[in-house]
């Protein structure tokens, strides 16, 4: 059992209170004035074990780790411009773990969607 952390409610809630899928590095720059003890080897391993226990969703776009602290079913698209990671909500999974159990011999329990494209403003950029 994992003790718990004041320095990991931090992070969490942290991480919960936003919405731009920040990198470690992110949520220990904004942490690190308040906590000056905080070790970016601290955020990194409390980030794995709260995404170990489920209370966090790790994200990987463009080799880069991103973290979010909303759970419900969301997906993700990843900007090919600006690099970010911006949360797309459907009504439902569109049917897509039932397809892929159709065609998969084994169990689907869950699954993970990231798009790629352009962000909003992004999108006027290049548009």
Do not use: W
């Not at 003890?37 to 990987?60: C, F, H, P, W």
């Not at 039932?98 to 909003?120: N, P, Q, R």
């Amino acid at each position: 059992m994992v003790r718990h952390s004041k320095q990991r409610d931090a992070i969490f809630d942290n991480l919960c209170s936003r919405y731009d899928h920040p990198t470690a590095e992110d949520i220990y720059f904004s942490l690190k004035p308040a906590i000056p003890a905080l070790s970016l080897a601290t955020v990194y391993r409390n980030l794995s074990q709260l995404e170990g226990d489920g209370k966090i969703i790790r994200i990987e776009s463009a080799g880069t780790a991103r973290y979010d602290g909303n759970i419900n079913l969301h997906y993700h698209l990843s900007c090919i411009n600006c690099g970010g990671v911006f949360d797309v909500f459907m009504e439902s999974d569109c049917g897509l773990c039932k397809k892929a159990s159709e065609l998969f011999d084994g169990k689907i329990i869950g699954h993970s969607v990231l798009f790629t494209g352009y962000c909003s403003a992004c999108n006027k950029q290049v548009g």
